[in-house]
């Protein structure tokens, strides 16, 4: 199938949604204007995104392991990406006889999302896979010595395998916790050298060891809209309209920029995608924003690896069984919607939804329909609808606020 | 979404559990586990596929098998042909002339029945899609242990075999097959795998009465 693209419509809706919620520092404003229109956001937290989150605020992190080493599903909201590493043993390099290899390979099957066809390199998958590779085996964060067994002989070949499920924007960012996560969750069998002859170890044999990892790198995504509006974490949409042009007049400037980052705040990669930057401000910014972000995103790493290793020893069983729940029986009742409205609570929701009903009943008998969504439907329109009407609200209180002083 | 783990435990069918919707951007998808197996399946279509593999007269139907680390090897073509016999049988293909319909299979967890699994899960996710079908289909698998008796499940067993029927004449639609065993132990483990694909079929009506008041 070919790729889906955004209408003009769409595009401008994002951009206008993105574009007002900023208080622009070009504008000439008084200290105290913007004083009062930052007490609005803080009180009112009106400047929203589409989905409901802040500019700086990402998606749900979920990590998974499953029963094998090295294996795991991240989710980045509804992005969720696959990993999984294996070994195997191999000749080293001419140049680098004495270190390991460590390959990434990324897949993008139609299940991602059906544009893409299967066993098909797009231009997706290689700036992905090469993206990896500069986040993780130009930073030489793996100790790629350490998986030498015989010099000029024999090394470990570390081979992650990614494959993207579920593609919901901001891939970079799940691919790479995804493979940062697998990487440091991998053991390797053991081996032990007699002479010429080399023993691999089974897993019931010997322990087998860890991965060394000297720091944590992890690639954090920004979307830049207009040259000075940052978002983090951007969704498909989000990341589709800032890459591409819009009508003529509309600021075009804007793009994905992809920071490298370790859990030591020092840079291993830095990618911009997209219109030239007129400024170098909104680098430092984000930079600022990614050193924070990394830390977080590292130590959840590391929290989950650690609490995965203590139940492994405890002999529970860990399998990919365990990410089957019931939260996407409704779409509604989904922690990240794509649309979301800030009065918006799934029990209100129910409650309406029951009246609704009942309603309706009294006029005509609905039919038996495959997905009871369309009175679901109909009442988010209503609540959009009177969530527009807030806005207006909020925005007019804004204006008292700020021209009434000034 | 446990199935009645119970009913399943006296039939000696693993425990089953199973979302629907699990990929957002698929049309349909569904995860499914049997025990420690686990499998993902998403179905996208119909939609327009190149003209070289269009068919006038039903959908093209496309299966991709995706192991879980690696590269694709025969024994995943195999399983893309089974699955794709049985896929093609059970979907109402005419209705949906010159269009494909893609059928992409993740393996998440190994242990063993992962092609029966599969096929179940490819099933689940064809309801959750909305795709026309004939009829579902269940696949359940039975083992012969040393003394020659079937036993349902048969993990461990050498040899296994694997029979899918179909949900209204419970007539066989496919059947694999690993190992030797006799004419008459085979027929004893058709019998009992028509008997235990009530189960599968009734699991398949509990997941899908959560959302849906007819499939």
Redesign the interface.
């Known amino acids: 199938?070919?790729d889906v693209f955004l209408s003009n419509c769409e595009k401008n809706f994002i951009q206008k949604i993105v574009s007002e919620g900023h208080v622009s520092k070009n504008e000439n404003v008084y200290f105290y204007k913007v004083f009062v229109i930052y007490l609005i956001i803080f009180f009112f937290n009106i400047f929203q995104r589409l989905d409901g989150r802040n500019y700086n605020e990402s998606r749900r992190l979920d990590i998974s392991f499953?029963?094998e080493y090295g294996?795991c599903?991240v989710s980045l909201g509804?992005t969720?990406v696959?990993a999984?590493?294996?070994c195997e043993v191999t000749q080293p390099k001419q140049i680098r006889p004495n270190e390991g290899i460590l390959y990434i390979n990324v897949?993008i099957?139609?299940?991602?999302?059906?544009q893409f066809e299967?066993?098909r390199q797009t231009d997706l998958t290689v700036y992905l896979n090469r993206l990896l590779e500069k986040c993780y085996k130009d930073s030489k964060c793996i100790d790629l010595e350490s998986l030498c067994i015989v010099v000029e002989e024999k090394v470990w070949s570390l081979?992650v395998?990614i494959?993207i499920?579920?593609?919901?924007g901001n891939l970079i960012e799940c691919a790479s916790i995804a493979t940062l996560t697998s990487l440091a969750h991998f053991k390797r069998p053991d081996v032990t050298r007699s002479g010429d002859s080399v023993i691999i170890h089974t897993i019931a044999e010997k322990d087998p060891i860890p991965t060394v990892l000297y720091h944590y790198p992890v690639c954090v995504t920004f979307a830049i809209f207009g040259n000075d509006i940052l978002l983090s974490d951007p969704s498909f949409t989000e990341e589709s309209v800032c890459t591409s042009s819009t009508e003529e007049g509309i600021n075009t400037a804007g793009g994905l920029l992809v920071i490298g980052m370790n859990q030591y705040k020092e840079l291993c990669l830095l990618d911009l995608t997209g219109a030239a930057l007129y400024n170098s401000n909104i680098v430092h910014k984000a930079i600022i924003n990614a050193a924070d972000r990394s830390k977080t995103i590292v130590d959840l790493v590391k929290k989950n690896i650690v609490s995965d290793d203590t139940s492994r020893q405890k002999r529970v069983?860990i399998?990919?069984?365990d990410?089957?729940?019931?939260?996407?029986?409704?779409?509604l009742s989904q922690k990240d919607l794509s649309i979301r409205l800030k009065t918006y609570n799934v029990d209100d929701m129910r409650t309406k939804h029951e009246n609704m009903d009942e309603d309706e009943d009294i006029d005509v008998k609905p039919e038996?329909?495959?997905?009871?969504g369309n009175e679901v439907f109909f009442i988010l329109l209503l609540a959009v609808a009177r969530d527009f009407a807030r806005v207006d609200y909020y925005l007019s209180i804004l204006q008292e606020l700020c021209i009434f002083p000034g | 979404?446990g199935a009645e783990e119970k009913d399943l435990r006296d039939f000696k069918l693993q425990p089953m559990?199973?979302?629907?919707?699990?990929?957002?951007?698929?049309?349909g998808?569904a995860?499914l586990?049997q025990g420690?197996t686990?499998a993902?399946v998403?179905v996208?279509?119909p939609?327009?596929?190149k003209s070289t593999s269009q068919s006038i007269e039903k959908s093209t139907l496309?299966i991709?098998f995706?192991s879980?680390?690696?590269k694709?090897s025969v024994a995943d073509r195999y399983k893309e042909n089974v699955i794709r016999q049985t896929c093609e049988k059970a979907v109402l293909g005419c209705l949906y002339p010159r269009t494909g319909i893609?059928i992409?299979i993740?393996e998440?967890?190994d242990?063993g029945g992962f092609l029966s699994c599969a096929l179940n899960c490819a099933c689940l996710a064809l309801l959750n899609s909305?795709v026309s079908l004939r009829h579902v289909f269940a696949c359940v698998t039975c083992g012969v242990d040393e003394k020659g008796e079937v036993v349902l499940g048969g993990r461990g067993c050498d040899t296994q075999i694997s029979c899918v029927f179909d949900s209204i004449d419970k007539t066989l639609i496919t059947c694999f097959s690993e190992g030797t065993y006799s004419e008459g132990t085979y027929l004893e483990a058709v019998a009992r795998c028509r008997a235990a694909s009530e189960l599968v079929f009734a699991f398949y009506r509990d997941v899908v009465s959560?959302?849906?008041?007819?499939i």
């Open positions: 199938m070919r499953g029963s294996s599903v509804e969720k696959l999984q590493v294996s897949e099957s139609p299940m991602a999302a059906p299967a066993n081979r395998d494959k499920l579920n593609h919901a069983k399998n990919f069984s990410i089957i729940t019931e939260d996407h029986l409704l779409s038996p329909s495959k997905y009871d | 979404m559990k199973c979302e629907l919707n699990f990929l957002s951007k698929s049309d998808s995860i586990s420690d686990v993902l998403s996208n279509g939609l327009d596929i496309e991709l995706c879980k680390g690696g694709p893609t992409t993740q998440l967890e242990f909305g959560k959302y849906s008041n007819a």
